[in-house]
């Protein structure tokens, strides 16, 4: 079964700093997606950046990268110039893309907290 | 271009109730999961539906069942309330079983 950890339970840091979310899994698959979700306190879970693992190339969006490293299992995301609004829990997902069995397996979260 | 919607906001229900979560989703998506996510925890995997059937199912008892209709909406049904049902449960929608999922607002279930 495959299984997704991240050990920081919170973190704080200051507006326009970076920081950086770790997330670890476990599975016995090759072919598989990795996701960091966002859900501020208004609940809605929002899709921040996904990676294929097929792909070697670390994923970008904006202020969001991840460093992926597929032989250790790390799927850690990184956010520089840290806004007040980044104030969120962060969710790391893990799916499988295969045999047809496509659902979601999730870590506990990290809180994250921007201070200004 | 709605995304997706899901009704109640809240609901509170007593021991033993049975109760009825409705979900709309995405223009253009006609797969939606369900997830159960506990306070201060991660989201569960409940079920997934896809083609009016259940493709996918997490570990949850035979109390939890769903439905989805030719228009693509879903509905979550949870027999026998628990006060462990306490929790906000979320519909995600996408294009096909394996395709992005987007995430409704979620409803609050409270069990007293």
């Known amino acids: 079964a495959q299984t997704v950890t991240q050990s920081q339970p919170e973190m704080s840091v200051q507006e326009a700093e970076t920081v950086t979310l770790s997330c670890t899994y476990d599975t016995s698959e090759n072919n598989y997606y990795l996701f960091w979700y966002k859900q501020p306190p208004s609940r809605q879970m929002i899709l921040v950046i996904r990676q294929e693992a097929y792909k070697q190339q670390n994923a970008t969006e904006n202020r969001f990268s991840v460093n992926f490293q597929k032989a250790a299992k790390s799927f850690s995301l990184k956010i520089s110039d840290s806004q007040l609004g980044d104030t969120a829990m962060y969710f790391c997902a893990f799916m499988k893309h295969e045999n047809s069995n496509y659902q979601l397996i999730w870590g506990a979260g990290t809180k994250l907290i921007i201070k200004p | 271009d709605a995304g997706v919607t899901q009704s109640p906001t809240h609901l509170i229900k007593t021991r033993g109730q049975q109760v009825t979560l409705r979900c709309s989703p995405k223009?253009?998506?006609?797969?939606v999961s369900w997830y159960q996510q506990a306070l201060g925890q991660g989201p569960q995997f409940i079920f997934q539906?896809?083609?009016?059937?259940?493709?996918q199912r997490g570990n949850f008892p035979d109390r939890f069942s769903g439905h989805q209709f030719p228009n693509y909406s879903s509905e979550l049904n949870v027999n026998a309330l628990l006060l462990g049902d306490s929790a906000l449960y979320l519909c995600a929608s996408s294009l096909g079983l394996g395709g992005e999922q987007y995430f409704g607002p979620g409803t609050r279930l409270t069990v007293t």
């Open positions: 539906y896809y083609e009016e059937e259940e493709r």
């Open positions: 223009s253009g998506h006609d797969t």
